[in-house]
Nanobody, 126 residues
Framework: QVQLVESGGGSVQPGGSLRLSCAAS????????MGWFRQTPGKEREFAAA????????LYADSVKGRFTISRDNAKNTVYLQMISLKPEDTAVYYC???????????????????WGQGTQVTVSS
């Protein structure tokens, strides 16, 4: 089992940047594929980015491609989401998620993930 804690959210102006972090407990972090999702009130949780166990494969939603970068540091049990050129429509609660996976797997469906963090708010507004 793994516990996930997100941090790094906040308020930023359009065009600004933020880096989210998700720290995982446990000694088997490298066994998990990781993902970032986001959700706004009244809407379904939306996929943003995913990364494979060793970080060799990544996957992005079209809406964030070219602006968001997912990465991980298995020595620190942490996955990151670097966000640049932020837009008001990026405003959401951002969640990280984890699932035991094969080495190169990535997943863009929320129901594939077994563990979730509590979320961190990102607000993009002038």
């Amino acid at each position: 089992q793994v516990q996930l804690v997100e941090s790094g959210g906040g308020s930023v102006q359009p065009g600004g940047s933020l880096r989210l972090s998700c720290a995982a407990s446990g000694r088997t972090f490298s066994s998990y594929a990781m993902g970032w999702f986001r959700q706004t009130p009244g809407k379904e949780r939306e996929f943003a980015a995913a990364i494979s166990r060793a970080g060799g494969t990544s996957l992005y939603a079209d809406s964030v491609k070219g602006r968001f970068t997912i990465s991980r540091d298995n020595a620190k049990n942490t996955v990151y989401l670097q966000m640049i050129s932020l837009k008001p429509e990026d405003t959401a609660v951002y969640y990280c998620a984890a699932v035991i996976a094969r080495m190169t797997d990535t997943f863009d469906a929320s129901n594939e993930y077994s563990y979730w963090g509590q979320g961190t708010q990102v607000t993009v507004s002038s």
